[in-house]
T-cell receptor, first 111, second 114 residues
């Protein structure tokens, strides 16, 4: 019940396309859902986060869609650029103090 | 990664030897974490701290211990290194109080146990 399942493991998208990464959780007590971006040789960095009282949050080209009834949330990257190539992690928690992490998605944007 | 420094960045050690990894933060954050990152597993929590001398176990704590004698320093010790502990180790910190906001991560320590 503590798991966060992330898919796909890897994703290749053409420049300008939409990248979509999905996550599913089981624990209905989770109330905080962040996405982190990690470049090679660096630690992850917070990209965008959502709470379950909203169904969507947008920051620039990045959007989180949240479906509470399905216990799923997804990251959409619009107009994907080569600089977006990175590993993306979803996570969930009952607070922000202890995150449960997805396994990660390696995203490659082809120029 | 401003604010979190991990040392060393790379280390090769022999099986059975103790190893200590260091994490230093300059942000005065209350919460600190040690994770290991392995392909296909994402980030797995080893230990965390919620204040000076206050620590607790994560999901993969066996074979690891931690200490936090000052707010800014969080040490991870592998008591007797094994090949299964070959991994990239990340330290992270989080300010307390709000329950929201991003973790600040260090750049990681790549540990190889031979």
């Amino acid at each position: 019940q503590q798991q966060v399942k992330q898919s796909p493991q890897s994703l290749i998208v053409q420049k300008g396309g939409i990248s979509i990464i999905n996550c599913a959780y089981e624990n209905t007590a989770f109330d905080y859902f962040p996405w982190y971006q990690q470049f090679p040789g660096k630690g992850p960095a917070l990209l965008i986060a959502i709470r379950p009282d909203v169904s969507e949050k947008k920051e620039g080209r990045f959007t989180i869609s949240f479906n509470k009834s399905a216990k799923q949330f997804s990251l959409h990257i619009m107009d994907s650029q080569p600089g977006d190539s990175a590993t993306y992690f979803c996570a969930a928690s009952k607070s922000n103090y202890q995150l449960i992490w997805g396994a990660g998605t390696k995203l490659i944007i082809k120029p | 990664d401003a604010g979190i420094t991990q040392s060393p960045r790379h280390k090769v050690t022999e099986t059975g030897t103790p190893v200590t990894l260091r994490c230093h933060q300059t942000e005065n954050h209350r919460y600190m974490y040690w994770y290991r990152q392995d392909p296909g597993h994402g980030l797995r929590l080893i230990h965390y701290s919620y204040g000076v001398k206050d620590t607790d176990k994560g999901e993969v704590s066996d074979g690891y211990s931690v200490s936090r004698s000052k707010t800014e320093d969080f040490l991870l010790t592998l008591e007797s290194a094994t090949s299964s502990q070959t991994s990239v180790y990340f330290c992270a910190a989080l300010p307390g109080g709000t329950g929201v906001g991003g973790y600040t991560f260090g750049s990681g320590t790549r540990l190889t146990v031979v």
